[in-house]
């Protein structure tokens, strides 16, 4: 595994971490301004989320990766 692909997937797991946190402050450092979800219901985007999550409307007791992690560096072959 390449340097960048270990980045990134280090990554994934600080925010899997902060998820399950249920820190909002936490999560939100993970999230650009214009951070938005989609879920069934419509979206939302990080300032409702986050909010949720302060006032623990919205909970997470887990957060795996499912499957194996597929890396596509930009400008690189998949191959």
């Known amino acids: 595994m390449e340097a ?3 980045k990134i997937l ?3 797991e600080q925010w ?3 998820i ?3 820190d909002a402050e936490a999560i939100g450092g ?3 301004e214009d951070w938005v979800i ?3 219901n419509g979206m ?3 300032p409702n989320f986050l909010s949720w999550v302060e006032s623990g409307d919205l909970t997470h007791e ?3 990766m499912v499957g194996e992690a597929r890396i596509q560096i930009y400008g690189k072959p998949p191959f």
């Open 30 to 32: 993970f999230m650009s």
């Open 10 to 12: 280090d990554f994934a």
């Open 38 to 40: 989609v879920g069934e």
């Open 44 to 46: 939302t985007n990080k």
């Open 4 to 6: 960048m692909e270990r």
């Open 20 to 22: 399950i946190s249920n």
């Open 16 to 18: 899997a971490k902060a």
């Open 62 to 64: 887990t957060m795996e």
